[in-house]
């Protein structure tokens, strides 16, 4: 089990500073949240920890590894997967392909083993396989296995996504906004695959996520942002109670 530590992360775009000095840690095994009134810098610090910004000051480490200017490649190597809140899957493609795809960097074979398909290459090819389906079985989306991934509805899809992470067999795993868009049912059914992911799969998890009653109940630990800092941290009753988070959400009175 690993932690992920966030030093004194600033991260700036000419005059603007959208990180200003974070710090945390993340605790393996936890449900940690990361919520922040729009414009926060929530999803800027996912993107510091999966590689896509490097920060301009500050480090990043997750165990032994370095990971402040680590590539979205070498990271996603080290165990650390990410959902975005934005869908990035392939419309035209089923969604057992978008998942096979996702398990490429495990196709580790020469060209010759690929034309006989014997061997290395047929076992490998088995195995990932076979870990899409267990992911499939999962996140309850045999029914729309075949299916294209544009014709789907938009929360089938946003389980997709969260699959399409879970392929990379991570320990670490960084959901941006996984529930944004969905009716009530939907997010029921995100929440239970998070818990379970926690619970069965023993997955570190890093949430963003607006709906605070959703964050309330299923964090172990949550995060605060406002302007690019932190302004508060705590379990879920110490945190709904702090007077400055307090009034980054409703204004001072």
């Not at 840690?25 to 919520?35: A, D, K, R, V, Y």
């Not at 057992?96 to 006989?116: E, I, K, T």
């Not at 992911?135 to 929360?155: A, C, Q």
């Amino acid at each position: 089990m690993t932690h992920l530590i966030v030093s004194d992360v600033t991260l700036t775009f000419g005059g603007l500073h959208a990180l200003s000095n974070v710090n945390l840690t993340l605790e393996p095994g936890l449900i940690t949240s990361i919520i922040g009134p729009n414009g926060a810098g929530k999803t800027s610090l996912l993107n510091c920890v999966s590689g896509f910004y490097h920060p301009t000051q500050g480090h990043i480490q997750y165990g032994q590894r370095n990971l402040t200017h680590a590539s979205p490649h070498q990271i996603s190597t080290m165990g650390i997967a990410r959902a975005f809140q934005n869908l990035e899957l392939f419309r035209g493609l089923s969604v057992l392909d978008n998942l096979l795809l996702a398990r490429h960097h495990n196709l580790r074979y020469s060209l010759l083993h690929a034309v006989v398909f014997v061997g290395k290459a047929s076992r490998l090819e088995a195995e990932n396989r076979a870990y899409v389906e267990k992911v499939i079985d999962f996140m309850e989306l045999e029914p729309y296995r075949k299916n294209r991934v544009g014709n789907l509805s938009y929360g089938v899809q946003k389980r997709v996504e969260v699959a399409r992470a879970l392929t990379l067999a991570p320990r670490l795993l960084l959901l941006d906004e996984p529930m944004a868009g969905m009716n009530i049912e939907e997010k029921e059914d995100i929440v239970r695959f998070i818990l379970d992911l926690k619970k069965e799969w023993g997955i570190t998890i890093v949430l963003v996520e607006h709906d605070l009653g959703v964050v309330m109940d299923i964090s172990d630990r949550i995060y605060v942002l406002d302007f690019g800092e932190v302004i508060g941290s705590g379990a879920p009753d110490e945190v709904a109670g702090n007077p400055r988070v307090i009034e980054a959400y409703i204004g001072d009175e």
